[in-house]
Structure formats: C-alpha cells, structure tokens
C-alpha cells in the first residue's frame, strides 16, 4: 500500500505556470503506475496525465502541450509542471496510484487508481 500527499497548489493568474508535487509513502514506489486527477466544482473528476513504471507518459487532450507529469524514483515523488494555465484549469488535483501497468490501451479513468492523495487546490484567475 502507498499513501500520497500532494502539494504545490494555490491562487496563480491566467498564464502563470504552478508545479504540483505528490510525494508518496510506502515501499518500491518505482513499481507504481502514477496518475493526476482534477475535479471542479459541479463536475466529474477527470484524467489530467499519467505516467508509467518506464517513464511512458499518457495526457488529457485538453492539458497536452502545457502540462508535463514526471517522477523521480529516488524521491519517491511524482511531479505535474502546469504552463499556461487557464481559469478553467481551476480544479482540486489528485494524485494517484496503482500497481498493475498503465498502458495506452487501458481506460484512464480514476476507477482504476486504487490509492489516492487528499488532493490540492488550484485556482486560475482570469
């Protein structure tokens, strides 16, 4: 089991790039597929981007080319650098885990993440 703690977020403004960071507690973090989620006020919690035990990356349509997720083994920790955010982007955002591999063809939604962070607010004003 691994449990996640998320940090980085806050109040940015229309443009401005933020850095969330989740660090995660637990053994042989390097075997975990990792994922972040976000959730706004009134609607479903949606996939952001996701990376694998190898490092492959998978992203939402509607962050790629403005968020890069990324892990550091060493550190037990898994990173979302955010660009050009949008007031849209306003959200909690949730890190995520699970052990069997993430690949291209499985649905990246967040029933497949068993363990979750308690999740960091991001506020994009306009």
């Known amino acids: 089991q691994v449990q996640l703690v998320e940090s980085g977020g806050g109040l940015v403004q229309a443009g401005d790039p933020l850095r969330l960071s989740c660090a995660a507690f637990?053994?042989?973090?390097?075997?975990?597929?990792l994922g972040w989620f976000r959730q706004a006020p009134g609607k479903e919690r949606e996939f952001v981007p996701a990376i694998s035990t190898f490092g492959i990356t998978y992203y939402a349509d509607s962050v790629k080319g403005r968020f890069t997720i990324s892990r550091d083994n060493a550190k037990s920790t898994v990173y979302l650098q955010m660009n050009s955010l949008k007031p849209e982007d306003t959200a909690v955002f949730s890190c995520?885990?699970?052990?069997?591999?993430?690949?291209?063809?499985?649905?990246?939604?967040?029933?497949?993440?068993?363990?979750w962070g308690q999740g960091t607010q991001v506020t994009v004003s306009s």
């Open positions: 995520a885990a699970r052990l069997p591999p993430i690949s291209a063809a499985m649905d990246m939604s967040s029933r497949q993440f068993p363990y």
């Open positions: 637990g053994r042989t973090f390097s075997r975990y597929g």
